[in-house]
């Protein structure tokens, strides 16, 4: 079948900050260039979900007049806390112990896909085409085997396959230079990386499960600007993570929670996790009284400096967090991302132009500011595979006494799928019952997300081997994908005594959690027919 | 023939919709906006009738705010020849609503009105029967089937009974059901081509039709909780509190 094709100087696949900051940098370097943007979610910043304290050094260098703008980068950090959380008691840890890149005191809360939003606005005032609903489902080839661009996903099809009478056929987007920017786990940058051995001679990547929730709380327990983030309970010594708590403007706090996908035992629900930690009394004592009006999540890349794929190959880049460009320490990814953006933009221009090899893009990677952010930051997660105190202790000497610069690297030694341990030698979890005050059931959870994927479609997260939940993955792990997925989309049901993998598809936050830890890798996240997913307000 | 649809930008299905701290109304700010449902139907069965040689031109028309436009441009994705747009800010009212239709009406001088039956955010159902009886034209509500006959329109509309068959004569008000058809999705190319289409802009006090609101909004809030449900051991107790706890028999 032969599809319609548009061809573009630069195609751009996802609408999140590194993929809006290539496409404004391209228009800044030459305003001839067509630039095309696709995203698979209804609008820009639908699928955007993020803490988040927004440190501005890139959009400084990208937009540097962004505060005539109206950007909606307004809550400065006022004040910062961190503590230590017992199961019952908390400590609080002076702020000038910690690392200096722990500190946020010139920074800014922001909802992300607020920022987004923006960007969008200001791409598409310099010409960029942006496509809202229309997933990039397949990367296309010219015959050298360099990237030619990407198909969109076709519209109308139900769920056996066939066409419906909507059918829509998807087309080509044909680019110069394709740009990937899907975020964390995109599954064409997968694709990309195994095809071209991008992660040759790198660790394996490494990630975590995001929570955030937003509450509307009371005016006595708001302090506009206050940032926190806590350790400890209720995870336990081995198992990474933490969480923060962000004191936006109209009395909203941003709530979170953050695990390491490197999690050993299967019984653990990083869900619920998240929901007993708000049961803690330095926790409730805040959004006790308030509301909870936006619940959502999604992966992110823990890896860092080790586990960063080569980010050029022929005819394509990779950017942000489809290679993976978050820096864990700092716990921020957004100025990164945006800087990664800003370096590619500038490599293609000169591709372009003075028919420079994209490999380019590495040497300017190199000499920027980001790749020594990355590097001073990459022995810090890889420390806590000791687990949180021996982290903590290593931290303070690597970030504070040598501030990154100790001469060695340390490794991640396993990817997050290989690290369960069978169901029957590790103990099971005893979560405590919702109250639906502070913490509540998945379904009302995602009810909040506005999730929803046309009917009839096609299931959208592939098995490789349609049996082994139940003949393997139930047995041995327990099928932990009942738990780690945050929107209940995995079930294990029993029909007349016969137990049965049940996927509801519909759910699907597009987190991208079960493509990475599932311990065989047997399910696959590819794209739902366009505008499908989350529709998340200003997360 | 020339159809007139009318679309509405309303918040999406599929968000969850918040009221205001201070009860003025619902959260809009960063809330995805889409076209309300039925008019998406609306167009679809316009660009349908256009398709089968039945119609020669068909008028998109929104009455908003500046973001309204949006609506248009969506309509013109999937086959609208060209766009208007009568721009009003703050709340709107059905009766405005018609009587602005109804100058556009006079201006552009379709044989057919199409619109949604209702629309999601404010569940009215009444723009389109107060736009007949403005204009004197007959109506045809709640239509799930359209049959196009010379000068007449045969409408198989959903009604509490089940399905009742009229016949009427052109001009005439449709007001689409949700069963009427399955709207196309907008392809590619065609939102590139629907960037290009005109778009008229009219400003609502140009056409000198009074918005002002009839009604005066005393509170918006939310509905009351369902209280969780009990269990009964067995039909005597559920009788027994029917009748006396619950008092409705």
Redesign the interface.
């Known amino acids: 079948m032969s599809r ?1 094709s ?1 061809e573009y100087d630069v195609v751009i696949i996802g609408g999140g900050p590194s993929g809006l900051s290539t496409a404004i940098k391209l228009k800044q370097l030459d305003t001839n260039l067509n630039v095309c943007l696709l995203e698979k979610a ?2 820009i ?2 699928h955007i979900l993020s803490g988040n304290v927004f440190e501005t050094r890139a959009l400084d260098e990208l937009l540097p007049n962004w505060r005539e703008l109206n950007s909606p980068i307004k809550t400065k950090v006022t004040k910062e806390k961190f503590l230590f959380l017992g199961k019952s008691k908390s400590l609080s840890w002076p702020t000038w112990l910690l690392p200096a890149v722990q500190q946020n005191h010139k920074n800014y809360i922001i ?1 992300l ?2 920022l987004c ?1 923006w960007l969008a606005e200001q791409a598409e005032s310099l010409g960029v ?1 942006i ?1 809202p609903g ?1 997933p990039a489902s397949e990367i296309l080839y010219n015959e050298d085997g360099s990237v030619k661009g990407v198909a ?1 996903q076709d ?2 099809i139900d769920k056996d396959g066939n066409k ?3 059918f ?1 056929p998807g ?1 080509e ?1 044909l680019g110069k230079v394709t740009v990937f920017a899907e975020g964390c786990r995109g599954h064409l940058g997968k694709q990309l990386i195994e095809k071209f051995e991008l992660n040759k001679g790198k660790d394996p990547q490494q990630y975590g499960i995001g929570f955030k929730e937003i509450w ?1 709380i009371e005016d006595k327990n708001h302090e506009e600007g206050l940032v926190m983030h806590t350790a400890g309970w209720p995870l336990d010594n081995n198992t990474y993570g933490g969480s923060f708590m962000y004191h936006a403007e109209n009395k909203q706090v941003f709530l979170g929670y953050v695990i390491g996908l490197d999690y050993k035992n299967p019984h653990l629900s990083p869900y619920d996790e998240f929901q007993r930690f708000k049961t803690h009394p330095a926790i409730k004592k805040i959004i006790e009284g308030g509301k909870r ?1 936006s619940y959502g999540a999604r992966a992110l890349i823990e890896g860092g400096f080790q586990s960063l794929p080569k980010m050029f190959m022929p005819g394509a880049l990779l950017v942000g967090c489809d290679a993976g460009t978050l820096n864990m320490p700092k716990i921020k990814g957004s100025h990164t991302a945006m800087k990664s953006g800003i370096i590619a933009a500038e490599t293609i221009n000169e591709h372009l132009k003075e028919n420079k090899d994209l490999s380019i893009y590495e040497n300017k990677f190199k000499n920027s500011w980001l790749y020594k952010e990355l590097f001073e930051a990459r022995n810090v997660k890889p420390s806590f595979s000791w687990g949180l105190i021996l982290g903590i202790i290593f931290t303070g000497i690597d970030q504070i006494l040598f501030r990154g610069k100790l001469p060695f690297t340390l490794k991640h030694k396993h990817a997050d799928h290989e690290t369960l341990k069978p169901a029957n030698q590790m103990p099971k979890i005893d979560y405590p019952k919702y109250d639906n005050v502070i913490t509540f059931d998945k379904t009302s959870s995602v ?2 997300t ?3 994927h046309a009917d009839n479609q096609p299931v959208h997260l592939k098995l490789k081997d349609p049996d082994l939940p139940i003949n393997y993955t139930l047995e041995k792990f327990d099928e932990p994908a009942q738990r780690y997925c945050p929107a209940g989309v995995y079930e294990v049901q029993k029909e007349n005594d016969v137990n049965k993998f049940v996927i509801n598809s519909q759910n699907c936050i597009h987190c991208k959690t079960c493509d990475i830890k599932e311990p065989s890798q047997n399910i696959t996240w590819v794209t739902p027919e ?1 505008s499908g997913g989350p ?1 998340y ?2 997360m | 023939m020339k159809i007139l649809v009318a679309v509405k930008r309303v918040i ?1 299905y ?3 919709i ?1 009221v205001k ?1 201070d009860g003025t109304g619902v959260v809009t ?4 906006m ?1 076209t309300n449902p039925p008019d998406d139907n609306a167009i679809e069965e316009a660009v349908k009738i256009k398709e089968a040689g039945n119609a020669t031109e068909v008028v998109a028309v929104t009455v908003g705010e500046e973001k309204a436009q949006e609506t248009v441009r969506k309509a013109l994705a999937v086959g609208a020849d060209r766009g208007i747009h009568v721009k009003v800010d703050g709340i709107l009212e059905p009766l405005a609503v018609s009587k602005i239709l109804q100058k556009i009406v006079d201006k552009e001088k379709p044989d057919l009105v199409f619109m949604g039956k209702q629309a999601i955010d404010d569940d009215c159902n009444q723009t389109g029967q107060m736009l007949s009886a403005l204009l004197n034209w007959p109506q045809a509500t709640f239509a799930s089937k359209i049959d196009v006959k010379d000068n007449k329109l045969e409408v198989t509309r959903e009604i509490d009974e089940g399905l009742e068959t009229i016949e009427i004569n052109v001009p005439a008000i449709v007001t689409c059901d949700l069963r009427l058809n ?4 907008a ?3 065609n ?2 081509k629907a960037k290009k289409k005109p778009i008229e802009e009219i400003a609502a006090s140009d056409l000198g039709v009074d918005v002002s609101p009839r009604l005066e909004q005393l509170k918006v809030e939310e509905p009351p909780k369902r209280k969780a449900g009990i269990k009964v051991a067995n039909v005597a107790e559920l009788v027994q509190k029917l009748k006396n706890e619950a008092k409705v028999i």
């Open positions: 319609e548009m209804s609008e910043g639908a909802s896909a607020n939003r085409e496509f229309f969109t519209m109308g419906k009478d909507s829509e087309i987007l509307q009006i009810y909040l506005g999730t929803n366009g529709r307000g200003n | 999406d599929n968000v969850q918040r701290e700010d960063n809330v995805k889409s399955e709207p196309r999705y392809s590619l190319p939102i590139m």
